[in-house]
């Protein structure tokens, strides 16, 4: 098993769509959550941290669930502009590696 | 704040040819991370450094790749000699400790 699963996707949604997004991972002593973006033949960004009590930013919101080990992303009223691949990361323990998962392709429609 | 500085940003090369790759972390971030990414294998950890010092190195896929840390500012890797499955872009990041790593534009590599 993956430490860290995603649904590949793509998901393709009409504009204005709200559009969530799951990832599981492996390691129950996982301590930092976070989601990047990461745009065709860009580098990966940080779109935001992951926290407990769950956190919003925006049109997006992030949740932890730590008992079924997943994290999950919600976009309310998607944009052309959100079209990109979303990956989920993992770090273990702080000073450790962070552990990407493969991203979810996101196709936002006209 | 300049971000993550790559260089070169396009790369091609000869099979058999030796590469360079360079990056320079943001000042003050303690932890830096090479990666590849291809399509079919997605973003892989080749090796990461905390305070100069490689930590993980498991992820370099063989002798022909090595990097080095010689000092905060600066980090190479290379790969001698390349071969055409080396071709992939790879991204530098740098991070302080427990927080998202800031990543490089990467340099897209091109073996022939």
């Known amino acids: 098993r993956k430490e860290v699963e995603q649904d590949p996707g793509p998901f393709n949604v009409p504009e204005g769509a709200t559009v969530a997004f799951n990832c599981t991972y492996s390691?129950?002593?996982?301590?930092?959550f976070f989601w990047y973006r990461q745009d065709c033949r860009k580098e990966p960004k940080l779109l935001m941290s992951?926290?407990?009590s769950g956190n919003e930013d925006g049109r997006f919101t992030a949740q932890l669930n730590r008992a079924s080990q997943y994290i999950s992303l919600l976009i309310r009223d998607s944009k052309l502009s959100d079209s990109a691949t979303y990956l989920c990361?993992?770090?273990?323990?702080?000073?450790?590696?962070?552990?990407f998962g493969p991203g979810t392709r996101l196709s936002v429609l006209p | 704040d300049a971000g993550v500085i790559q260089s070169p940003r396009h790369e091609v090369t000869e099979m058999g040819q030796e590469v360079t790759l360079r990056c320079k972390p943001i000042?003050?971030?303690?932890?830096l991370f090479w990666y590849r990414q291809t399509m079919m294998r997605g973003l892989e950890l080749l090796i990461y450094?905390?305070?100069?010092?490689?930590?993980?190195d498991s992820g370099m896929p063989e002798d022909r790749f090595s990097a080095k840390m010689p000092n905060a500012s600066f980090s190479t890797l290379k790969i001698q000699p390349s071969e055409p499955r080396d071709s992939a872009v790879y991204f530098c990041a740098s991070s302080s400790l427990g927080r998202g790593y800031t990543f490089g534009s990467g340099t897209r590599l091109t073996v022939v």
């Open positions: 390691n129950s002593a996982s301590q930092s």
């Open positions: 990361v993992v770090n273990a323990r702080i000073g450790q590696n962070f552990v």
């Open positions: 992951v926290y407990s």
């Open positions: 000042s003050g971030h303690n932890s």
């Open positions: 450094f905390n305070n100069n010092v490689p930590i993980d």
